[in-house]
């Protein structure tokens, strides 16, 4: 190690990230091994992304399900720095950030993060609004205003991807704009929500139905221009009329990752091992959904919150196994189910042996989420405002 005192250095502040650099700033140190923790994230603000629908139909406000790290780091050690990482040197252990400042570390862990791919179908990238960012959401929200104001008989939009978020984001939509909404979601395969319960699935497919969600199934996309969409659907194309598309499909790895000289598997997702650390590589952790995940069982586990979630606690305590000369402990990973928003108000939850719809899943969607927003401070403020807001909404 270079220093005394171990150097931390964490690149990406999103569940991956910024629950490792909590967790490490929470376990016991000695005083001698009490390591510098710098977490790095090109943007101010940590995003809980499953409550990123919620900015759709304004239930929720920005600063609720993204509070700026400064607020959320300020009683801990952590040192936070706003800054693009564009270059990883594994031989002489610096990050470069943007404005061409290097850091040294003893210990670096990646968890960048992916991206939409847009470069699939021609005029996807012009033409097609993904939805994985605070910007993307703004821009949804924006151009669903423009619509609206503009008053057309119906708003047409169109969501690739059958998935949660696709599915999610349908529900919200099509209870944002009411009658006027013509909502489809697109998608390859024969059924949405394919690797949902069924639970879940039946009660997406009722949401959806009930706010006359038209899906196209077994159908792909060849192309987007700015006021249509090119369907196949069994050897045909039909081109239609199109107001908004929003792109949900796909998760890559971005370039940062890419570049670096490290074991990938064809997708380029990063190889490690089961103790998170990289395959060829000491003291380089990875994690979320930059990685190929497994579970302690070698089972394959889905790129979500709750996977990098749980490998942030396992990443932050091998770190500090390193450190203090134990040994680490293999990634396992427990299931607590899934949840999905149904629109407003509305959610279907299936886990730890409960099956809830409605509104009753909706609280419970809530509460959940409430518990796993990053510090008892945020929880708080943001708990008391869900109390309080009902209240001053009818007083006003
Ligand atoms: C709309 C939406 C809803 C979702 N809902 C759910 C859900 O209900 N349940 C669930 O389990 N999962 C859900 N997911 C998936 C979940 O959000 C991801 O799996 C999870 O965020 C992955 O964590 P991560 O740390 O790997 O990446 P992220 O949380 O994406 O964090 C990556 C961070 O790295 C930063 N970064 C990237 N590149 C650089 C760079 N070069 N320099 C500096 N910083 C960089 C980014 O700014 C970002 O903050 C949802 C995702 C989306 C988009």
């Known amino acids: 190690m270079t220093t005394q005192k171990p150097r931390i250095c964490i690149v990406g502040g999103g569940f991956g990230g910024l629950y490792t650099a909590l967790r490490l700033d929470d376990l016991p140190w000695q005083p001698e091994t009490q390591p510098q923790i710098i977490l790095i994230d ?94 993307d959401a703004y821009r949804v929200k924006e151009k669903l205003r423009l619509l609206e104001e503009s008053s057309p008989e119906k708003i047409r939009v169109a969501i690739v991807g059958g998935g949660y978020s696709g599915v999610e984001i349908a529900g919200k939509i099509a209870d944002r704009l009411g009658k006027k909404g013509r909502i489809r979601i697109i998608d390859r395969g024969a059924k949405i929500l394919d690797n949902a319960s069924e639970f879940n699935r039946e009660t997406a497919i009722k949401a959806l139905e009930k706010r006359q969600v038209w899906l196209d199934l077994e159908t792909e996309v060849t192309q987007v221009q700015s006021d ?35 074991e990938k598997t064809a997708t380029g997702l990063l190889k490690i091992k089961p103790t998170l650390e990289a395959l060829d590589r000491e003291r380089v952790y990875a994690l979320g959904d930059i990685v190929e995940s497994k579970d302690v069982t070698g089972e394959l586990l889905p790129a979500t919150a709750q996977v990098a979630f749980q490998q942030s606690d396992y990443c932050a305590w091998n770190i500090w196994a390193s450190i203090n000369h134990k040994p680490q402990l293999p990634f396992r990973y427990q299931p607590l189910g899934e949840m999905m928003a149904l629109g407003i108000d509305n959610a279907t939850l299936n886990g730890l042996g409960l099956q809830l719809n409605g509104s009753l899943a909706y609280i419970a969607r809530r509460l959940i989420y409430l518990y796993r927003l990053p510090n008892l401070q945020h929880q708080l403020t943001v708990g008391l405002n869900w109390i309080t807001q009902p209240l001053v909404e009818l007083l006003s």
């Open 42 to 135: 090109k943007s101010d603000r940590f995003l809980f992304s499953p409550l990123l629908y919620e900015l759709i139909t304004e239930e929720l406000q920005t600063w609720e399900i993204a509070p700026p790290f400064e607020e959320i780091l300020s009683n801990t050690s952590i040192q936070f720095h706003q800054d693009c990482v564009t270059n990883i040197n594994l031989e002489t252990q610096q990050v470069t950030k943007g404005s061409a400042s290097v850091i040294s570390y003893d210990y670096l862990v990646i968890a960048a993060g992916g991206k939409t791919p847009l470069d699939i179908v021609p005029g996807a990238k012009s033409h097609a609004i993904p939805f994985k960012t605070l910007n």
């Open 228 to 262: 249509t969409i090119s369907l196949y659907y069994k050897g045909t194309i039909d081109t239609i009329p199109v107001d908004l598309v929003i792109w949900t499909v796909g998760n890559q790895v971005s370039q940062l990752t890419q570049q670096l000289p490290l």
